[in-house]
Nanobody, 123 residues
Framework: QVQLAESGGGLVQAGGSLRLSCAIS????????MGWFRQTPGKEREFVAV???????NYAHSVQGRFTISRDNAKNTVYLQMNSLKPEDTAVYYC?????????????????WGQGTQVTVSS
């Protein structure tokens, strides 16, 4: 059974930083692609950042230069460092995994998801 557990969300002022963590069990991180997505009420889940098996990354334009996705295969954990946060970054953030090495930006390409962690950025 593959399980993902996010942590690190919270309330922060605009311009602040947060680091989200996603611990994965039941799947070897080193052979998997991982992604971070976010969702606000009434909207579809949107791509934030992905990292493939080799460590190559891809970011949404809205977070490019502010967010960094990274992976620690030894700890089976993926991170999302979020700097210069804006109120429009407020959302529930989800991590996701797929059993192949490539990392597409479509949420439909990922087969297991975490429960989500709330990030709220106040102005």
């Amino acid at each position: 059974q593959v399980q993902l557990a996010e942590s690190g969300g919270g309330l922060v002022q605009a311009g602040g930083s947060l680091r989200l963590s996603c611990a994965i069990s039941g799947r070897t991180l080193s052979t998997s692609a991982m992604g971070w997505f976010r969702q606000t009420p009434g909207k579809e889940r949107e791509f934030v950042a992905v990292v493939n098996r080799s460590g190559a990354t891809n970011y949404a334009h809205s977070v490019q230069g502010r967010f960094t996705i990274s992976r620690d295969n030894a700890k089976n954990t993926v991170y999302l460092q979020m700097n210069s946060l804006k109120p429009e970054d407020t959302a529930v953030y989800y991590c996701a995994t797929r059993p192949w090495g490539t990392a597409p930006v479509s949420s439909h390409s990922y087969d297991y998801w975490g429960q989500g962690t709330q990030v709220t950025v106040s102005s």
